[in-house]
């Protein structure tokens, strides 16, 4: 079954900061992994995908990587903001599902 | 863009009562969830449903149903709310086949008293 972990449950960075949020997934046979964020009490938006054959996305300040056989990916924020103060979500969709496994999240703030 | 609403933000129900959250779609999506957000627990999956009158449970069905009459409306039933159903209820859809992602409503919190 697989597991998606996220390490630390919350981090505090001054803005301008450069950082990075961690994923770690126990079966290595996705068809992609996606990381999305969440405003307190909102829904989720999707803010990358990468597919299994990918090794990084790009969107604006946001840079995702997948390293599949290590189990690893990692979300960059370059010059963090205030505004990027959300719930960073991690999930995995197995080959053969539908469905995705989500981590437990990164809660950010970031300091004035 | 996509859009997927939730009948309501915030629902206050008394426990034993019988509740429907509703989730609509505007994008043709074959695919549609229901999860359930809790502190420390992350998003779970109740029910899955990948065509009208099609479905699946996930990882924590007791206590729920779910309906899908239309492609578009996908309807999560406590068919008598309980305290620890109190929770972040989150309706998500996507289109099936394509590597794509989901799309999240804006959640409904429940309270059961």
């Known amino acids: 079954k697989q597991e998606v972990t996220q390490i630390p449950a919350a981090l505090s960075v001054p803005e301008g900061e450069n950082l990075v949020l961690n994923c770690s997934f126990t079966?290595?046979?996705?068809?992609?992994l996606q990381w999305f964020r969440q405003d307190p009490g909102k829904g989720l938006t999707s803010l990358l995908l990468?597919?299994?054959?990918?090794r990084e996305q790009t969107s604006g300040r946001l840079n995702a990587s997948l390293d599949k056989s290590s189990g690893r990916s990692t979300l960059y924020i370059a010059a963090s903001q205030p505004g990027d103060s959300a719930t960073y979500l991690c999930?995995?969709?197995?080959?053969?599902?539908?469905?995705?496994?989500f981590g437990t999240g990164t809660r950010l703030t970031i300091i004035p | 863009d996509v859009k997927v609403t939730q009948s309501s933000r915030y629902l206050v129900k008394r426990t034993g009562e019988k509740v429907f959250l509703e989730c609509v779609q505007d994008?043709?999506?074959?695919?549609m969830f229901w999860y359930r957000q809790d502190p420390g627990l992350g998003l779970r999956l109740i029910y899955f449903?990948?065509?009208?009158?099609?479905?699946e449970k996930g990882d924590i069905p007791e206590g729920y149903s779910v309906s899908r009459e239309k492609k578009e409306r996908f309807s999560l039933i406590l068919e008598s709310a309980s305290t620890n159903q109190t929770s972040m209820y989150l309706c998500?859809?996507?289109?099936?086949?394509?590597?794509?992602?989901?799309?999240f409503g804006p959640g409904t919190r429940l309270t059961v008293l």
């Open positions: 998500a859809s996507r289109l099936a086949g394509v590597p794509d992602t989901q799309y």
């Open positions: 079966d290595s046979a996705i068809y992609n």
């Open positions: 990468i597919q299994s054959s990918q």
């Open positions: 999930a995995v969709n197995n080959f053969g599902n539908e469905k995705l496994t």
């Open positions: 994008m043709d999506h074959e695919n």
């Open positions: 449903s990948y065509d009208v009158k099609m479905k």
